[in-house]
């Protein structure tokens, strides 16, 4: 069977859905032998017409006449919508895309599946998004009701994709990011690690991270006892030498195989996220993955997407009594790589292909 697949970027590119579908697409070749041909929406992208054994183009410019004619180069009726709305649109508003894919559905039998990275923003008054956003909810809900399958990241996501689709999407599939970076199928205890503190992510989260977090990041030396702090990514120009007396060395950008390495020998992972989205955060989904100690700046206020402050990731506050046991540490390490497993990249594959390959059109 073949696929297209329409996602925003891809590598060269630095995009986390381009990562995601490319994965993806792997899995689904391997397990299900699902082909995949992917249709970039950006006519900027420059890259090769084949990436990792995959065919792909690039729209020559975001109007639906230019999707239109990319759908039509490919000869298959289904199509794996990655749907980001900033990702094809620069306010979010992707009109082109959402035109193209119901004049695609008018004129020829195709069946959309659609998973949902972002549906729409929520702003304030003195910020864009906020007077985007009903234009954004209403490119959604035209998505909602032209996908035959839908799949979201959250719980929430879900809940409202219920509402956007008017019904016609009842228990939405909640599948929590996978890691880009690999999933070992074994993972060491923390007390056979380097007592190592990752903070992973783009630019713009480090430094967030290092602009708010400071006194959260010296409890963490502290309580762990670390000897060495690892910063991954994109240098920030504002990453400090070290954290009270804790190195910190910016390693830069890594190839996945060797971010993957550094995870796997390493104690502790922090990032500052969003504690109701946790679950769509490829860095967190990296930490769960490679069975760090998950550390997140802010804990949610109550148990969603099957994760719980304090027992699938720490929230450093002062007190850090419970750390005195190397065990409760590794428990809660243990917790998040369970969590995880539940949705890996094989058990995604599989949910995706139900999808894809019911040949069921709804109408």
Not at 273 to 298: E, M, T, W
Request: hydrophobic letters at 40%; glycine letters at 6%.
């Amino acid at each position: 069977m073949s696929i297209i697949s329409i996602v925003p970027r891809l590598p060269p590119a630095i995009d986390g859905v381009g990562d995601y579908a490319l994965r993806l697409a792997h899995q689904l070749h391997q397990d299900f032998h699902i082909n995949t041909h992917f249709v970039v929406g950006d006519a900027n992208w420059r890259g090769d017409t084949t990436i990792e054994g995959f065919t792909a183009t690039s729209v020559s410019s975001r109007s639906a006449a230019a999707l239109v004619a990319a759908l039509m180069d490919a000869p298959t009726t289904t199509i794996l919508l990655h749907y980001v709305g900033h990702g094809y649109a620069k306010r979010g508003c992707p009109f082109w895309l959402v035109n193209a894919l119901e004049q695609r559905k008018r004129t020829h039998p195709t069946r959309l599946v659609t998973m949902f990275h972002e549906l729409y923003a929520v702003g304030v008054p003195w910020k864009y998004d906020f007077w985007l956003s009903l234009a954004q909810q209403n490119l959604a809900a035209r998505v909602t009701r032209l996908s035959d399958r839908c799949l979201t990241s959250t719980q929430r996501y879900a809940k409202t994709l219920d509402r956007l689709s008017n019904g016609k999407h009842h228990q939405v599939p909640t599948l929590p990011i996978f890691s880009n970076v690999g999933e070992p199928s074994q993972v060491k205890p923390i007390a056979e690690r380097y007592s190592r503190l990752v903070i992973f992510g783009q630019h713009h989260t480090k430094v967030r991270v290092y602009r708010e977090c400071l006194s959260s990041l010296e409890l963490i030396c502290r309580t762990l006892n670390l000897t060495e702090i690892w910063d991954l990514g994109p240098a920030t120009g504002i990453t400090p030498a070290a954290i009270q007396t804790v190195p910190v060395m910016e390693m830069g950008s890594r190839s996945a195989t060797e971010i993957s390495k550094i995870l796997a020998t390493s104690a502790a992972g922090f990032l500052h996220y969003d504690p109701s989205r946790l679950a769509k955060s490829g860095v967190f989904a990296a930490y769960c993955a490679h069975g760090l100690l998950p550390i997140n700046y802010q804990p949610q206020s109550r148990p969603i997407d099957g994760l719980e402050p304090g027992h699938h990731y720490w929230v450093p506050t002062n007190d850090s009594s419970m750390f005195n046991a190397t065990s409760r540490t590794q428990a809660i390490a243990d917790n998040a790589f369970a969590w995880y497993q539940t949705h890996n990249l094989a058990t995604q594959a599989k949910q995706f292909a139900d999808c894809l390959l019911n040949n069921r059109i709804v109408a």
